[in-house]
């Protein structure tokens, strides 16, 4: 590339960066932000006003997802809930087919009673094979005697009395072995047993909390492996606002000071939350939840919070996603903006959790 066009590209990059900063300083100054609406436009919003002591960011209403998985694999026989459906802490939400499971169990508590069997042969056959060794021991001293005393002893006769102790020693040896290999097998045949009981439990899946149905990932009839999600559960008792803060704000931010949240959506009202998490490391902000001039700073997560008592009482109107603005009281003794005093909507009837067929 020629000198004359490095130059000349210099002097471009060098303008579009100083316009840039003209730009940023005068919205700055006006109170204006640059934002991106839909369809990649730019657009101008104006900031609201707030007094010393107080900050605030934009973000979405966010709640913690919980997926329900399957332990062990199989075909799924049904799911009983819908994408929307309220569920309770241990409701039955999807089964399994545990038809070779069942069959593995009958194995297990068919190989009991055969172990039981060969323990009580081994038992029986115990105290009479313990008799032979003592009477063969007495047969073969008394022989070793009489040699020893010069009398005529056979050297056969020595043998085939050493011969026969040792074989109902090993008799012995053996008959204990076999009482100990069927209690062996006994337990292992209730340990399998009990370990196809719990993988047969385990087939029916329960929402481990109350919630809400986010996703349902799997239909009836599909083969899941091992750890193959069926739904991802939303839990309405831990909802919350992420927003990010630049470091000035993040320092003076207390944890579970008072905050406010005011939605999109319903900007008439205004939520009370407090400050639950700041992050210990400051990050890039994502480009949804900010302008991008603030973007272009490190500034610090923050997660405001709304009460679950609260959310208990509007757990019907509560709706992940919804956009808003959450403002945070830095000073403990600055008062609240009237604009940002409590105000919560009517609260709804509480509606019923869905029923749904009982477990096989």
Do not use: C
Not at 138 to 164: C, P
Not at 236 to 241: A, G, K, P, S
């Amino acid at each position: 590339m020629p000198m004359k066009t490095r130059l000349r590209l210099l002097g471009a990059i060098l303008l579009f960066a100083l316009l840039a900063i003209a730009v940023a300083v005068w919205l700055w100054r006006t109170g204006l932000d640059l934002i991106v609406l839909p369809q990649g436009v730019l657009g101008l919003v104006t900031k609201q006003d707030l007094p010393a002591g107080f900050a605030q960011g934009n973000g979405r209403l966010e709640a913690t997802e919980v997926d329900v998985a399957t332990k062990i694999p199989g075909r799924l026989l049904e799911v009983r809930v819908r994408e929307g459906d309220r569920v309770a802490a241990g409701q039955v939400v999807a089964v399994l087919d545990t038809a070779s499971l069942e069959a593995q169990r009958r194995r297990a508590e068919a190989e009991q009673p055969r172990a039981g069997q060969q323990r009580e042969q081994g038992l029986r056959a115990g105290p009479r094979r313990a008799r032979d060794p003592t009477y063969a021991r007495r047969e073969l001293a008394r022989l070793e005697r009489l040699a020893s005393s010069g009398k005529f002893v056979a050297e056969d006769q020595l043998d085939q009395a050493r011969t026969k102790a040792r074989t109902a020693e090993a008799a012995l040896r053996a008959a204990r072995i076999q009482v100990v290999a069927a209690e062996a097998a006994i337990a292992a045949a209730q340990a399998s047993s009990e370990r196809v009981a719990v993988d047969i439990a385990d087939s029916t899946l329960r929402a481990p909390r109350d919630g809400r149905v986010l996703y349902r990932l799997a239909e009836a009839g599909e083969v899941l492996g091992s750890g193959g999600k069926v739904l991802t559960l939303l839990d309405l008792t831990d909802v919350y606002l992420v927003i990010f803060l630049p470091a000035p704000a993040a320092g003076r931010v207390p944890l579970g000071g008072e905050a406010r949240i005011v939605l999109d959506a319903a900007p008439e009202y205004v939520i009370p939350a407090s400050v639950s998490f700041v992050a210990p490391r400051a990050q890039f902000t994502p480009k949804q939840v900010e302008t991008q001039s603030v973007r272009e700073q490190l500034a610090f997560r923050v997660k405001v919070q709304i009460a679950p008592e609260l959310l208990a009482r509007y757990e019907s109107l509560v709706k992940t996603g919804l956009p808003g603005v959450a403002h945070v009281r830095l000073d403990p003794d600055a008062p609240w903006p009237a604009t940002l005093t409590s105000r919560l909507p009517p609260e709804p009837v509480p509606d019923r959790v869905p029923t749904h067929p009982r477990e096989p």
